[in-house]
């Protein structure tokens, strides 16, 4: 594996795909040979093995981590002026979905040691939604960088609020909350296989996972254009959105080298929180919790003076995300939590990523810290 290995990559892929390629290259074969490209059997395949590797009940995929949040929303029936619940601390798909529908993302802020939703901000934005006379219906916690958001506070505020739950989970497929995949928590989960996320393919792709049996069929319906019992009947609107049979092919292949590829994403991400000088926050993973580690994440105010040290020494690192949702022009918009965004708000200022991915080495790791030390 080391032969192959290139650590100074900010995400691997090649060394991944050069341990797997004879056997992707067989199942890609297979897809030529029967020749079925939509829909395949390759599909049901990974949907299976999917319903296995999560516990899930349900676990149908789509097109991509976007698409599975819009299906969502659609099996929620989101209407206009309903509201959901976003941490501002996100990738944009989050809201861009919401917004797309019609209804209101209300910006909530993130927790700084988690990078994830503050479950205060939420009760306090739920108060403030209902103040200015809105219709909250949903709350999406984004599980970012990998790692879970406090589930059960976040369910619980749900609950008592009567509110639907959607995990984003676009980037912590894999990952677990309290001994379960995260992905088994809520009303539905939903993930991304875009190809930089921890498990991704060779394209777009994406899936959804639910344990209500009502919801699963509202999902496969609304993902096949509002199918009904029989071909060409169309109970419903809903959309074009399916997983290709050549990218199920290769996700039943990297699925299998999945769980020792996280083993890996863990011991690289504790050798990093080790040999980290300690002027610089790293990030921390409750007990309960496992990381897939989609970014290692760092927080420092020399940020951009890191940032220049490494780039001096080839080793690449990227700003995830330079701007919180509420700051960007396309969302300036939309309501914020009255308490306000301040963690979301200035950890774009703060939070540098470094590579991460399962074929990195112990040796490297060391040397970028010792930069960042200098
Ligand atoms: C990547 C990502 C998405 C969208 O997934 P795509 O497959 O690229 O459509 C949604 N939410 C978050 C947080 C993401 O990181």
């Keep these: 594996m080391s032969e192959y290995s290139n650590p100074t990559q900010f995400i691997d892929l090649k060394s991944q795909q050069s341990q797997i390629r004879s056997k992707i290259n067989k199942r890609i074969s297979t897809v030529l040979d029967h020749g079925i490209y939509i829909m395949g059997p390759e599909v049901k395949e990974f949907e299976e093995l999917l319903q296995k590797f999560t516990g899930s009940k349900y676990a149908l995929t789509c097109a991509n981590g976007t698409d599975a949040l819009t299906i969502s929303m659609m099996a929620f029936d989101l209407k206009s002026n309903d509201v959901v619940f976003i941490p501002s601390f996100t990738y944009v798909a989050?809201?861009?979905?919401?917004?797309?529908?019609?209804?209101?993302?209300?910006?909530v802020d993130v927790k700084k040691s988690t990078f994830n939703m503050d479950p205060d901000s939420l009760k306090q934005a739920i108060i403030d939604a209902k103040g200015m006379g809105?219709?909250?219906?949903?709350?999406?916690?984004?599980?970012?960088?990998?790692?879970?958001?406090?589930?059960?506070?976040?369910?619980?505020i749900a609950k008592e609020n009567n509110l639907k739950t959607l995990i984003d989970g676009a980037q912590s497929f894999g990952s677990d909350?309290?001994?379960?995949?995260?992905?088994?928590?809520?009303?539905?989960?939903?993930?991304?296989?875009?190809?930089?996320?921890?498990?991704?393919?060779?394209?777009?792709?994406?899936?959804i996972f639910t344990q209500d049996p009502e919801l699963a069929e509202l999902i496969d319906s609304i993902r096949l254009h509002g199918k009904g019992q029989e071909k060409y009947d169309n109970v419903r609107i809903g959309v074009n959105?399916?997983?290709?049979?050549?990218?199920?092919?290769?996700?039943?292949?990297?699925?299998?080298i999945f769980p020792e590829e996280?083993?890996?994403?863990?011991?690289?991400?504790?050798?990093?929180?080790?040999?980290?000088?300690?002027?610089?926050?790293?990030?921390i993973i409750p007990k309960d919790s496992l990381s897939v580690w989609a970014q290692y994440t760092i927080i420092s105010e020399h940020r951009?003076?890191?940032?220049?040290?490494?780039?001096?020494?080839?080793?690449?690192?990227?700003?995830?995300?330079?701007?919180?949702?509420?700051?960007?022009?396309?969302?300036?918009?939309?309501?914020?939590?009255?308490?306000?965004?301040?963690?979301?708000?200035?950890?774009p200022n703060e939070v540098l990523s470094l590579p991460m991915h399962p074929y990195l080495r112990e040796d490297f790791i060391r040397h970028a810290c010792k930069i960042l030390e200098e």
Excluded: W
């Design 304 to 347: 951009d003076a890191l940032r220049e040290k490494l780039s001096k020494k080839n080793i690449p690192s990227v700003i995830y995300y330079p701007k919180s949702l509420s700051q960007q022009d396309g969302y300036k918009k939309f309501p914020m939590v009255s308490s306000g965004l301040k963690i979301s708000e200035s950890l």
């Design 262 to 283: 996280i083993a890996l994403r863990n011991k690289f991400a504790s050798i990093y929180t080790k040999c980290m000088p300690n002027t610089i926050e790293c990030p």
């Design 94 to 107: 989050s809201a861009e979905t919401v917004a797309q529908l019609g209804a209101i993302p209300f910006f």
């Design 241 to 256: 959105s399916r997983l290709d049979t050549i990218q199920a092919a290769i996700l039943i292949e990297k699925l299998e």
């Design 134 to 156: 809105l219709n909250p219906k949903v709350v999406m916690p984004v599980d970012l960088f990998g790692q879970p958001s406090d589930l059960h506070e976040i369910l619980d």
């Design 177 to 207: 909350y309290k001994n379960k995949k995260a992905c088994t928590y809520g009303d539905i989960a939903t993930t991304s296989f875009f190809p930089a996320k921890p498990l991704g393919c060779y394209g777009d792709g994406g899936a």
